[in-house]
């Protein structure tokens, strides 16, 4: 698994040269519903489990979570699961508010 920053997520999501990440937030519903990086798909945390077969095990994904820990936790379980191309957003999505878009609401 490899950690990313927001910045550095940001420049990934702008290169239009680089295929881009699969953006899986596992938040829950009503975080989601509060803000989310355009382009993220809603899989909670708990549904992980029952949706694996949903996600691409040769895709990169980049786990998103508030502030890093439920995002580090799937990651973990993804990559235990034969996926090699995790990414965990450091410091979650409130990380993105604080660096990469301001006008993102925090809670």
Known sequence: MEHITAPALAEWLADDKRPGPFLLDVR??????????????????????ARIDDLDEDADIVCICHHGARSLQV???????????????????????????????KY
């Open 28 to 49: 829950e519903n009503w975080e989601f519903d509060t803000c989310r990086i355009a382009g993220s798909t809603l899989m909670p945390m708990q549904t992980i489990p």
């Open 75 to 105: 990651a973990a379980f993804l990559e235990r699961h034969g996926f090699g191309k995790v990414h965990n957003l450091t410091g979650g999505i409130h990380a993105w508010a604080l660096q990469v878009d301001g006008a993102m609401p």
